[in-house]
């Protein structure tokens, strides 16, 4: 079993279309989670972190259930922009912080006209 | 800030020869910088973690002899592919941690290099 688990895709959504992004993780002691973009040929960059509380920024919101080892990203309103390859990230580690970081392969988003 | 640079962003290269790949962070000095390598439609694996004046930290499976890393100052890593083949052409990305944030989870990216070994 994948560390990190994402569907890859694609995801096929009109604009203004909201869109949710699951992921499952397989470590139970991992304790710092992130959604992160990556656009094609480029680095992937952060798009936010999830905490255990739930978070939003704009149209954006994330939630963890740890119960379920479970990750969310949802987007609201979405843009022709917001077109790109999103990957759920685990950070492993519950102590000695190594800042070693588990990528999930990745859920692809095609927004349309 | 937390500006991430990599050099060179592509690079071609006859089958049995080295490429170097620096990793430099422009703006903060980071501790800890990180390799991964990206296959295409593949999530990004880690390879190795580097540290500031020790020895690089390799994944299980990633040979120590063939890809070389040395992280000689705070602000700099490199990453050697020795006699590179076909099957090591891939995105090379490296990644950054704020020194003065230690245990800050967050990771700076650098810009990548794509590799094509004939």
């Known amino acids: 079993r994948k560390e990190v688990e994402q569907d890859p895709g694609p995801f096929n959504v009109p604009e203004g279309a909201t869109v949710a992004f699951n992921c499952t993780y397989s470590?139970?002691?991992?304790?710092?989670f992130f959604w992160y973009r990556q656009d094609c040929r480029k680095e992937p960059k952060l798009l936010m972190s999830?905490?255990?509380s739930g978070n939003e920024d704009g149209r954006f919101t994330a939630q963890l259930n740890r119960a379920s080892q479970y990750i969310s990203l949802l987007i609201r309103d979405s843009k022709l922009s917001d077109s790109a390859t999103y990957l759920c990230?685990?950070?492993?580690?519950?102590?000695?912080?190594?800042?070693?970081?588990?990528f999930g392969q990745g859920t692809t988003l095609q927004v349309k006209p | 800030g937390a500006v991430v640079s990599q050099h060179p962003s592509w690079v071609i290269c006859k089958s049995g020869t080295s490429v170097k790949i620096e990793c430099r962070s422009l703006?903060?000095?980071?501790?800890?910088m990180f390799w991964y390598r990206q296959f295409p439609k593949q999530s990004l694996m880690l390879m190795a973690t580097?540290?500031?004046?020790?020895?690089?930290?390799?994944e299980q499976g990633v040979e120590k002899d063939k890809f070389l890393i040395n992280h000689a100052s705070l602000t700099l890593s490199t990453l050697t592919v020795t006699s590179a083949h076909p099957e090591d052409s891939s995105f090379y990305i490296c990644?950054?941690?704020?020194?003065?944030?230690?245990?800050?989870?967050?990771?700076?990216f650098g810009p990548g290099t794509r590799l094509t070994v004939l």
């Open positions: 990644s950054a941690r704020v020194a003065q944030q230690a245990s800050y989870n967050e990771q700076f």
């Open positions: 999830v905490y255990s």
């Open positions: 580097s540290n500031e004046g020790s020895k690089a930290t390799y």
């Open positions: 470590n139970s002691a991992s304790q710092s």
């Open positions: 703006d903060f000095q980071a501790t800890t």
């Open positions: 990230v685990v950070n492993p580690n519950p102590s000695g912080n190594t800042g070693k970081l588990i």
